[in-house]
């Protein structure tokens, strides 16, 4: 099998991949709202897991449908959740010692959402506490707390639909650059068999860029391109560096180092200060 050729059938993997991603949820606590907010999701087609250490909690939990009852401390029933960027967050126990547990634990993870119950100046204190530790302040500022969109939910029920929209609204955000990726990676399924083109890839993102890692475009030899890594000079400069190895024949792999500082990436003439690098292979 040629480089091209496992390219490809590494991209095809990738794109089965993706079809075959499920969101998932992790609540901490089984209290009322949690089995309420477990049920929702549920309906919306996560993967719920609870996480509780009272056994009659977590019977209530899995009576409630849940895909998995994790009984036990946090700490080690925490360390058995990997976390992934669809995996979301909520941590809702019944004591504040055991939500500054689960937080610590949670904001070294890989994760779409964390979410935490309790009020504005609890939680402050509780970020601050964990920022002096060595916690990233970027994860800890993005934190969704008091948790929910604000729609004076009273009763549990309320308050896990609450939870349940503001999940809605930014899983559904997201959903525009996701959409478009998998295009891409459908587009490399069905190349030609003797079609060439290059597929572009962030691998590394550093401070303020318009697109993460994994961002796809992929260049085809007469110039075309579906995706984006983000528009702007450095997307030219990836398309241009693509053309002269697609009309060269050159398959050899490459990456790309771009410093996007005072670079205007989009229509929105936003500025970015920070770096990438971007993976070239032809497919």
Known sequence: MTDIQKNREKYKALLESERGRQQKAVICGAGNVGLETGKLLKQMDFSVTFIEDRKE?????EAAGADRVLCG???????????????????????HEF????????AIKPHAYIGMMGSRRRTKLLIESLEQEGIDRRVLENVHTPIGLSIKADTPFEI?????????SLKNAGKHDDRADL?????????????RAIAARIIDARGSVPRGVGALMLIHSDGSIAGTIGGGSSEYAVMQRAGEKLSAGDSAYEEMSLDLAGTDVSDLEMLCGGRLVVSLETV
């Open 57 to 61: 909690f977590a019977a209530a939990a």
């Open 73 to 95: 401390d946090f700490s080690t029933s925490l360390s058995q959740i990997d976390g992934s960027r669809d995996t979301w967050f909520i941590i809702m126990t019944r004591e």
């Open 99 to 106: 939500d500054r547990l689960c937080l610590q634990k949670i």
């Open 160 to 168: 896990a639909v609450s939870i349940a929209a503001e999940i809605i």
């Open 183 to 195: 295009d891409v990676l459908e587009e490399i399924a069905s190349l030609p068999e003797d079609e």
